[in-house]
Every structure is written in C-alpha cells, then in structure tokens.
C-alpha cells in the first residue's frame, strides 16, 4: 500500500492499535537504523536529542512491517545503554526512572505517531515509482512548451530538469536542494535560480516543505562552543492542479515520419559555452534539441517555446560557431567541439571556477550561522560563551558577511 491507497487509511486508528502496517513484510532494521537503535546518535546527526532518535527508529521499525510489541521488546533490551532510544523510553533527562505506566505511554504515542507520519508521507516505494511520477511531470511540461519560452521560461525549465534529476538520484520527491547545488546542475546563477523557484512555487510545481538553516550539532567545547552544520530547503516536486490546456501533438511531430521529439534535455547543453557570457541558456536548449535529423526553424520553435525570430537568431549564433548546420531541409547540430568553441569564446573554465567560489561561499557562510547560532541562548545571557577563550566582557561584535552583489548568498544556502 503507498502513495494515494493511503488516503482511505485511517493511520491514527491503526497506530492506536499498535499492529505492524498491513502489505510491510517482517524485515530487519538497516544497518543505519540497527545502530541508532543499540548505540544511539553516536556522529551527532540528532540535534533535538534522544527523543528524535527515538522517532528515527521507530519509523525505521514502522517501515519494516514491526509491530509496537516487537518495538517495545527491543528498546527494553538496550535500556540500559546511555543516549538509545531503550534509555529515552525509561529514563528522565535528569536520570530518574520512569514508571513502567509512563514508558508504555511514551512508546504507544510514538509509535501512533509515527504511522501517522509514515502513512502521510510514505518513502518512495521504488525508484521505478518515483520515476514513473517524474515522468508524468516532465510529460506535462514537455506538452506546454509556451510555458517554458520569454527571458524566465529557459531558467524555469533548466531548474525543474536539474531538480528531476536530484529526484532520480534521490529517489524521492521531497528532496533537500540549496540553490548553489541547482546551480552547478544547470549555466544559470544562483541569483537566477533562486528567483525561479520562486515562480514555479507560485505556478504550483514546488513546495518548501522546510526552510534552510544551521544545525548545531555535537558537544560544546571548553570554549561553550558547538559545531554546525548548514541545512538546505527541503522542496517537494509536484504536478500542478491548474494547468492551461494542452497544444496539439500534431503541431510538434516530425512532418515526414509523424513522431514526436524527444524532449528531455541533456547534461549537453551544461556546459561553458552556454553560460551567460557565452552564447546563453537559450542557445544552449537549442543545440540540446537539435540531432541528426533536419528541422525546421519554425517546428523548432513550436517544440522550444520560442518565437520564431528568436529561434532564428541563436541558430545563426550557433551556426556561426559550428555548432548548428543548416540544410535544405532543416537544421541539425553542428560538429563542432564545445571545449574548442569556449576557448574560442573566453569563457572556458567558467563552471568549474563557478563551483569553487559556491564551496568558498558555503564555508563562510557555515562559519558565519554557526557562530550567529552559538552567540544566542543563555550561554550568552549567562557569560559561558567565550569564544576562542575572551572574557564574557569582551565577545567582539560578529560582522555580516559581505560579499559582491551579483555572488550574495541568497536565502537557500
């Protein structure tokens, strides 16, 4: 049972009752979960303490066709053992044991929620199933290509296509993206990436389930002082509900034999020559649909998204450059190299030198928050913060960090 059979579920009722989820056969915990469960967070990935570790497990048992009894069992085999999930369920912060009535409570109200939450958001069952949903995304797009033409319908698209592969790859829809990591995915600036997330969250083809942040992780040093770690938005790929119509399948297929293109784009196209001080993301969607067979400028367009006279103009562009050749009937792609066509253009080693400066920018940027996190709370009310051994008296100021304009870290670091 996964993904809308779910819908006619009654999660809360089933996990009050404390049976294993029907269609999940009986399985051992991973490997992963099976140490969360006998050592507990021994690398510090849990900020919120034994209780999220605890949750982790049982939603790891949840998953594997457990029952609360089974889970009940084994914490109680390593509730002895400090910082497990078996020493939450018996054990107070401060120690104390809790009463056998209490850590029944504690394990049936975790474990009733964490049904409900598998039940709300099932993993995917497959990465054959999360790529059939892809598909039926990218099936929609690809059959409104005027959604995807003027100045902001090629950073769309290039950002939809690098977040559908970040999917495969993570074999779910919800996974945690930051802006630099879309970036190096596609030619476009972080700036510009940013701004179109923020036009298909309106178009309805993303959702910021959780906003981008700092996690302190870890123990406090001699100094009150923890390390960090950044978070990026968790964004949830959909299918929009309010679609404009369709075009006419006939209006893109090949004139002779009748098929349809294949429209996926490529990695082809990420590459130097496409950048903005290049010949752009626009030449760059045209060399990735142009193949061996001849089109004309003017199907190209219908496919693209794209007037025609812009279509004309970047083909001219490309052509110039050798990649794109003209024919009686139609335009195909030229055979020029692309590493010899960016050299030409001075423009080599621009995503490499891209990819450098964001590690750069990720690292000031985890300094930074980390160190913002730790300056608040009561450490710093109480004067046991002291960086790097200063009096509480004499903290320094912490300075923003200041960056050119056009490489500011945008909101999703």
């Known amino acids: 049972m996964s993904g809308q059979a779910w819908l006619a579920f009654d999660a809360a ?17 991973s490997k992963r979960m099976a140490g969360l469960l006998t050592r507990g967070d021994t690398e510090g990935h849990f900020t919120h303490g034994r209780s ?5 497990v049982t939603l790891a048992a949840v998953g594997s066709g457990w029952s609360r009894d089974e889970l009940r069992q084994a914490l109680a085999e390593i509730s002895h053992v400090t910082g497990t999930p078996g020493d939450w369920m018996v054990r107070d912060p401060r120690g104390r044991r809790r009463s056998v009535g209490d850590q029944d409570h504690r394990v049936a109200y975790m474990w009733r929620n964490a049904v409900v939450r598998w039940c709300n958001r099932p993993p995917a069952a497959d990465l054959p199933q999360t790529m ?7 099936e929609a797009a690809d059959a409104r290509p005027f959604l995807w033409g003027g100045q902001g319908g090629a950073s769309d698209r290039a950002v939809l296509e690098a977040l559908w592969e970040i999917c495969a790859r993570a074999g779910r829809l919800d996974p945690t993206a930051s802006i630099r990591q879309i970036a190096e995915r596609t ?8 701004r179109a997330i923020g036009r ?3 178009t309805g083809w993303l959702r910021v389930d959780e906003p981008a942040g700092v996690d302190l992780i870890g123990e406090e040093d001699e100094h009150g002082r923890r390390q960090g770690r950044l978070r990026a938005r968790r964004l949830h790929l959909l299918l929009p509900t309010a679609l404009p119509a369709a075009v006419d399948p006939g209006t893109l297929a090949d004139p002779d034999s009748g098929e349809l293109p294949v429209t996926r784009w490529s990695s082809q196209a990420v590459h130097d020559v496409f950048t903005w001080r290049g010949m752009g993301r626009v030449a760059g969607r045209l060399y990735d649909t142009l193949d061996g067979t001849p089109v004309p400028s003017g199907l190209l367009a219908a496919r693209v998204g794209y007037t025609a006279p812009t279509v004309r103009k970047h083909l001219r562009r490309l052509a110039a450059a050798g990649l794109a ?8 792609r030229g055979v020029a190299a692309l590493d010899a066509v960016a050299t030409r253009l001075g423009v080599d080693g621009t ?9 750069e920018q990720r690292a000031g940027a985890l300094a930074w928050f980390v160190e913002h996190a730790n300056r608040r709370g009561w450490r710093v009310e109480r004067g046991q913060y002291r960086p790097q051994g200063t009096p509480p008296a004499r903290v320094p100021r912490l300075p923003l960090p200041v960056q050119p304009p056009e490489t500011r870290i945008p909101l999703g670091v």
Not at 13 to 29: C, N, Q, V, Y
């Open 187 to 194: 030619t476009v600036t972080p700036s510009t990436v940013d």
């Open 325 to 332: 050749w003209r024919s009686a009937r139609g335009w195909t």
């Open 132 to 138: 059939v949903e892809i598909a039926a995304m990218r």
């Open 200 to 202: 298909l969250i309106k």
């Open 13 to 29: 009722a089933w996990g009050r009752s404390g049976r294993a989820l029907p269609g999940r056969p009986r399985r051992d915990l």
């Open 52 to 56: 999220a570790v605890a949750m982790s």
């Open 351 to 359: 995503l490499a030198g891209r990819a450098q400066r964001y590690a």
